[in-house]
């Protein structure tokens, strides 16, 4: 008798707890927009638009946000933590086998598919930013450039769609969990607090980064400086007159008037 009433015994009652702190949820919604307007700057208006310059900007903005999120993936909260993004292909077998069953696990952070998806993510955002700037500095890296681009809105756009089948189909809120922070779980899981104030740290380096370039672009030359460093930094290719010959010029021409 004991022993039936024992098994029979109910687990943690679900509650709403915080999950995702603020600068995760920051980094989420402001690396969605930033990809999406420097994609749109360069595939519907094009590098001689006035507005190019600012995809380059944005790029690079992305890439920083990238490394200060990897740095948080160290020292954040639990479920924005690297342990918590370890992958398993034994695992993710399982998790797209439950998806079609009511008998799925319950993830309280990123689930396997996810993990694998932001994984991807970072690594593709960085390589943009480096193949960037080096296609900017003159190397042969356009193509590659593009083609990555492409492969991001891609995974991006399957990444959508996995979160709208999965909110119609357990309708736990799941979209809007990364706006206000809470999921339904077991309060045993729940971060101790939001990180307000490494939020706005977040908000204030990448304003400052983003900035800095936007204050310190020359359209005359198509280049900028790198914040707090100072040297030049050129937001075209080099190619001819265009931005590199405008901003080779300005360098000379700093260097004449030294002497």
Known sequence: MDQKLSSATPGPVKQRILVWDIPVRLFHWLLAGGFLAAYYIAKFLGEESAAFPYH?????????????????????????RFSELLIYPGELIAYFRGIFSSRGKEYTGH???????????????????????????GGELESVHGILANILLAVSGVHVCGVVFHALRKRDGIILSMVHGHKQGDPGDAIKGSHALAGVAFLALIGFFFGSLATSFNPATGSTKWPLIGTLLLLGESEGEGYAGGANEQQESSESDGD
Do not use: H
């Open 56 to 80: 380059a900007m944005l790029g690079l903005t992305l890439g920083l946000m990238v490394l200060l999120r990897l740095v948080w993936g160290f020292i954040g909260t639990r479920w924005a």
């Open 111 to 137: 689930n396997p598919a996810t993990r694998w998806t932001v994984l991807i993510m970072f690594a593709l955002v960085l390589a943009l930013g480096w193949t960037g700037y080096q296609t900017a500095a």
